[in-house]
């Protein structure tokens, strides 16, 4: 947090005066940004409102209203944000205020008077203060406003990104002024300098390597805009698993900017797939809404970083689709460093809408600028691939789809000749009618894993991936002793865990794998999604359930079974899961499915050492070929083993789950990243074995700054910072944040006896 982001006031208010200095803002409400006003709660499902519904083939609009549809937060309403701050500039100096995203409608005052304002909450934008700004005390409000019914997930509100008060020379360079571009070994740097009086200035532009040294710089005089090449002999290459990044650094009187860049070469071939490098990799990606799950919309590096990146890569996830906006700047950067491959897109919503106050209402008037503005802010990130103007538009059923379809890809193009422009089309064929299909350059299909032979034939040189695929839904540590669920709604407001459960006109994930590896020309997949995300409680549209089944991971970070599933597929570590827990009392005798997902291809199991037969993966076999199912296992409690088995029959991994005792334990894990830790604890029994059904209430004390309890339970309304929650499937999570050493104790009353465990983080 920069010292511009600390103490400001704010109020869930709006009023007139609000902006004026005049007013007393002592008894606002103390914060510090980024800020999200809702994320505290309460949970109701008054605070949903109404989603539109596009009905393509009778071309007909329903308004509906879906409890929970946007997570039962209060983030519909108005805002005020002010903020005091000092300043003396010096004639030959400039102000200028930096937002990388204020949710939504946000109108800024310095001192009194309107200084701009953007209405897309998703936007990055600068304004300059230097006209408006006195030395002296001085005045920042900031007004930002969330209409009802203008999401179909949690937007956050707020000052929920970074910000920024810049004070540079008036000759300065200019607000994502600084274009860094490769093509092979070769880089040029186009640099745009904010130039009142049109001067002649001199700017050094220095190219910086991995290890820090300087390796060319160019001088250049010039007023405004500024060119420089270099084309080292050697440069080494930027790729996942290897994310080498260099420098630029540009140099104009005392003001120095470093922007981050990599050398890669991407290659999308209708036919063989995608390349980078020439190396030939699919994309294993997941679609990420941007909400930080407990923390709400409010960004944080350590959270993105620990909470979202490392636990993707864990499992060997390779990209990310930034669904459905640009993202928070800082993503981008941790994707290079990282080495995630990015699919920034724009937009949920043209014209034609999905929500009734949604982008629709501004697409006309903005959505130029915001996409101009996304590109010139993200392009110089080596893990952004390609620009993605839209998500599911209604309007690739209608004519003036093409058009705009054009008139967007120009922009991206303009902005940015070097990457592709895609779309995710979730009707291709009416895309292809209406002309959207052939107007960008790499397909991306929703949910069609069944097509893609269809559409490679009719079009060889449409390069085609999955831009969403999936969409299956379960709740963590969630079991039935049926596999097959249709809908998957069940009475408690779950869904099973056994991943055979998916939305409308989605796929379980074996469809997909099916169908990339039937089909290999296909780049790869961006799974929705990669955490459970606050908003769209699919299969329930009815009831009020605050957050989605879709993610791999579950709402605080734990992972589901489908961690391993996807884990078998994308890593080369070895993986052997087994499900579902192994404590069925009252089915002594009776039958239970049990699943297993593994990188192995044969997997035997046994209950209490009696062999329930092996499976071997069997590609004919769809629900065979990606898991290892035995569909009727008889329950007898004790132990459940599966053994990974070579050609021979000989052992190579093993994995148990055993039947628990009675809870009698906490069991604290943590890990640390910058100054957040984060904590997962589980109830067991004696013998250290989780107890699946645990749902006591455990109580979490902490040194830190308690940000947020909770079990990752769909169902549950507990305000995330209030320092309890009843554990879901015997587990949950406390996220704190604390720059040193950090004591986490956790509390229960288990089996009529109150336990205490504590661990220490260090710093
Ligand atoms: C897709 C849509 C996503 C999400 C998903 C849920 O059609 O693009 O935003 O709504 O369905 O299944």
């Not at 941007?290 to 923390?295: E, I, K, N, V």
């Not at 669920?485 to 408690?492: I, L, M, P, Q």
């Amino acid at each position: 947090m920069n010292s511009f982001e600390k103490d400001w006031r704010f109020t869930r208010n709006s009023g007139k005066g609000f902006e004026s200095a005049e007013l007393d803002d002592s008894s606002w409400e103390k914060i510090d940004i980024p800020h999200d006003w809702a994320i505290a709660g309460p949970f109701s499902p008054d605070h949903d409102s109404e989603v539109i519904v596009d009905d393509p083939i009778e071309h007909t609009r329903k308004v509906f209203s879906h409890p929970g549809c946007t997570g039962g937060l209060p983030h519909v309403g108005k805002g005020f944000y002010r903020k005091h701050f000092e300043l003396n500039l010096k004639p030959e100096q400039s102000a200028r205020v930096e937002f990388d995203g204020i949710m939504s409608h946000a109108e800024v005052y310095c001192n009194g008077r309107y200084v701009g304002g953007r209405p897309y909450g998703y936007s990055s934008f600068a304004l300059d203060l230097t006209p408006f700004v006195k030395n002296g005390t001085n005045l920042l409000a900031v007004s930002a406003e969330n209409p009802p019914g203008a999401s179909r997930w949690y937007p956050g509100a707020g000052i929920y990104r970074h910000a920024r008060l810049i004070v540079a020379g008036r000759i300065h360079i200019a607000y994502c002024g600084i274009r860094v571009r490769t093509e092979g070994n070769r880089v040029t740097v186009r640099t745009e300098i904010e130039n009142p009086s049109a001067r002649k200035v001199v700017l050094t532009t220095r190219l910086i390597d991995p290890d820090g040294n300087e390796i060319a710089s160019c001088q250049t005089s010039g007023d405004r805009l500024f060119h420089c090449e270099f084309i080292p002999d050697e440069v080494r290459r930027w790729q996942p698993g290897n994310p080498v990044l260099y420098k630029i650094v540009s140099i104009l009187g005392d003001e120095r900017h470093e922007t981050g860049f990599g050398f890669r070469d991407l290659t999308f071939d209708s036919r063989k797939g995608f390349f980078i490098n020439g190396i030939p990799m699919k994309f294993q990606g997941v679609c990420l809404h941007h909400d930080l799950g407990l923390a709400g919309a409010a960004v944080d590096r350590d959270i993105t970083r620990q909470r979202r990146l490392n636990q993707l890569a864990s499992i060997g996830c390779n990209a990310i689709r930034t669904a459905h906006n640009p993202p928070d700047p800082e993503l981008l950067d941790l994707c290079d460093e990282l080495g995630f491959l990015v699919i920034c897109e724009a937009f949920d919503e043209w014209k034609r809408p999905k929500t009734p106050r949604g982008y629709n209402l501004l697409f006309e008037e903005w959505s130029e600028r915001d996409l101009r503005d996304m590109i010139r802010r993200d392009a110089n990130h080596p893990s952004v691939i390609m620009w993605s103007i839209g998500n599911e538009i209604p309007e690739q059923y209608y004519p003036e789809g093409p058009e705009m379809t054009r008139r967007l890809c120009g922009i991206c193009h303009e902005e940015d000749p070097s990457r592709p422009v895609t779309a995710g089309l979730n009707n291709v064929d009416d895309s292809i009618t209406g002309g959207l299909f052939d107007a960008i350059d790499v397909k991306g299909f929703n949910y069609k894993p069944y097509i893609y032979a269809r559409y490679h034939a009719a079009f060889p040189d449409a390069p085609i991936y999955s831009s969403e695929s999936a969409s299956t839904v379960s709740s963590r540590g969630e079991y039935s002793d049926r596999l097959f669920e249709e809908s998957g709604r069940k009475d408690n407001l779950q869904v099973d865990s056994f991943d055979l459960c998916c939305a409308d006109s989605a796929t379980i994930p074996d469809h997909e794998f099916k169908g990339q590896d039937d089909n290999p020309f296909v780049m790869g997949e961006f799974v929705w999604t990669g955490f459970d995300y606050l908003g769209e409680p699919t299969p329930y549209h009815r009831e009020w359930v605050r957050s989605s089944f879709f993610g791999i991971f579950d709402l605080c970070g734990i992972p589901k079974d489908r961690a391993w599933l996807y884990r078998s597929r994308w890593s080369k570590q070895p993986t052997l899961h087994l499900m579902p827990h192994w404590n069925w009392q009252g089915f002594e005798g009776k039958e239970i499915p049990v699943q297993c997902y593994s990188s192995f291809k044969t997997v035997e199991l046994f209950v209490n050492g009696i062999s329930m037969g092996s499976r071997t993966r069997n590609p004919k076999k769809l629900l065979g070929a990606y898991r290892h199912v035995w569909s009727r296992v008889p329950y007898s409690p004790g132990e459940l083993k599966a053994v990974a088995l070579d050609e021979k029959g000989k052992a190579l991994a093993e994995t148990s789950v055993f039947t628990a005792g009675a809870p009698e334990q906490l069991q604290i894990d943590c890990e640390r990243c910058g100054n957040m830790v984060f904590a997962v604890v589980s109830v067991t029994d004696r013998n250290g074995n989780l107890c699946p059904h645990a749902s006591e209430r455990i109580d979490i004390e902490s040194n830190g700054k308690i940000l947020a309890v909770d079990a990752g339970d769909p169902g549950s309304a507990k305000p995330f910072p209030l320092p309890y929650v009843n554990a879901f499937h015997g587990k949950c999570a406390a996220w704190i944040r604390n720059p040193g050493k950090t004591l986490i104790l956790a509390k229960a009353v288990l089996n009529g006896k109150t336990v205490q465990t504590e661990i220490t983080a260090e710093a």
